[in-house]
């Protein structure tokens, strides 16, 4: 029980609620795509193709992957 635990969230500013999110004893591009790609799934019917997105800015949300998920 001991360590760091990384937490990403997605939050829905205008709901004002968590849209998706993922635990990982890893700070690695994975585990944040995961929680966005739960988000996308979430939030699929509503406001389709409108996405506004910001980030923390931390390393793994300017990764490659993470970057071209979003331009998809």
Not at 7 to 21: K, L, T
Not at 22 to 29: H, L
């Amino acid at each position: 029980w001991q360590g760091f635990v990384y937490v990403a969230f997605v939050i829905d500013v205008f709901a004002r609620r968590i849209v998706g999110w993922r635990v990982s004893s890893s700070m690695q591009t994975d585990f944040v795509l995961d929680a966005l790609e739960q988000a996308l799934y979430a939030r699929r019917s509503e406001r389709e193709g409108v996405l506004v997105h910001h980030s923390d800015r931390g390393s793994q949300y300017v990764s490659i992957r993470y970057s071209e998920r979003l331009a998809e």
